[in-house]
């Protein structure tokens, strides 16, 4: 059970609130005792009465009663202006002359907020190819070579490896079967591309 975050007592402490003052002690001798006023000590009399050692535990921090919200047939307005009319929040304002800050929590709310919320939902279906090597994705990918430690590190961009080229990763990727092979290339040329092609082929033959 977890208990209220500013609670001051426990249930078993609530228990013996309500046996003391049921063997005749005086409610403010038990108030004193605990440390609480006497209205607490009330309240858990009147919690025992009513519910019995149920009534002693922690309640739900939340207020029964929402004076301030807006009433349900207000909603209902809002709701049917955003989806049949598909007015903005500020419309809706002015056509039930309420303020707008007020119409966008009840939008959100209903989770309306957006008028892309108002759309189904699409039904995607992606493409798949059953067997391996039908379909094999191929992407290249060129990174820097360096001779020693760069800038990110020691902060001085003065010091850092000048014409040392490049390295070339060629990446594929089987659309079946999710498999990924790579290889690395000094050169990114028709020679480089062409084997990476050879040795795919002969993995899928």
């Not at 009840?106 to 493409?127: C, G, M, S």
């Not at 003065?158 to 390295?167: A, I, L």
Request: net charge positive; charged share 35%; aromatic share 8%.
């Amino acid at each position: 059970m977890i208990m209220h975050p500013q609670a001051r007592t426990t249930p078993l402490i609530r228990r013996e609130i309500v046996a003391l003052v049921q063997a005749g002690e005086a409610v403010a001798a038990v108030a004193r005792r605990f440390k609480i006023s006497r209205p607490t000590v009330y309240k858990w009399l009147a919690r025992f009465a009513q519910a019995g050692e149920s009534g002693l535990r922690d309640r739900r921090p939340v207020a029964i009663r929402f004076p301030t919200r807006v009433r349900k047939a207000v909603e209902r307005q809002i709701d049917r202006l955003r989806r049949t009319r598909r007015l903005l929040g500020w419309q809706i304002a002015e056509a039930l002359s309420m303020a707008r800050s007020t119409v966008i929590k009840v939008l959100k709310r209903l989770n309306i907020a957006r008028l892309r919320d108002l759309e189904p939902a699409r039904f995607t279906q992606r493409y798949e190819y059953r067997r391996p090597g039908e379909l094999v994705h191929i992407d290249i990918k060129k990174i820097a070579r360096f001779e020693r430690v760069g800038h990110r590190i020691h902060g001085d961009r003065t010091k850092c490896s000048r014409h040392v080229g490049y390295d070339v990763i060629f990446v594929a990727v089987d659309d079946a079967s999710r498999r990924t092979e790579t290889r690395v290339y000094t050169r990114e040329d028709a020679t480089s591309a062409a084997d990476f092609l050879r040795r795919l082929a002969i993995l899928y033959v």
